[in-house]
């Protein structure tokens, strides 16, 4: 069974940094690209960052040069670390991937921005 467990928002002031982190089970974690997506209120889902099983990286251009995602095989965890955030990066943060051609999805962690 596939699960991903997400974990590391929270409230941070604008300039701040967060690192997520999702943890995956139930498949050949090292064999699939991973990706991070987020949705704020009344906006929808914006794919943030993703990182192919080599290790090749894409970014949406908003979050470029500011959030890097990175994996460990080993411990089959995906992350984004986030900085010099802003305001308009709250929304909650989602680990996603499609394995079998079945799309899954964490539960998703909260960031919020703000002073």
């Known amino acids: 069974q596939v699960q991903l467990v997400e974990s590391g928002g929270g409230l941070v002031q604008p300039g701040g940094s967060l690192r997520l982190s999702c943890a995956a089970s139930g498949f050949t974690f090292s064999a699939y690209l991973m990706s991070w997506v987020r949705q704020a209120p009344g906006k929808q889902r914006e794919l943030v960052a993703g990182i192919t099983n080599r290790g090749s990286t894409n970014y949406a251009d908003s979050v470029k040069g500011r959030f890097a995602i990175s994996r460990d095989n080993a411990k089959k965890t995906v992350y984004l670390q986030m900085n010099s955030l802003k305001p308009e990066d709250t929304a909650i943060y989602y680990c996603?991937?499609?394995?079998?051609?079945?799309?899954?999805w964490g539960q998703g962690t909260q960031v919020t921005v703000s002073s």
């Open positions: 996603t991937t499609v394995v079998f051609a079945t799309n899954y």
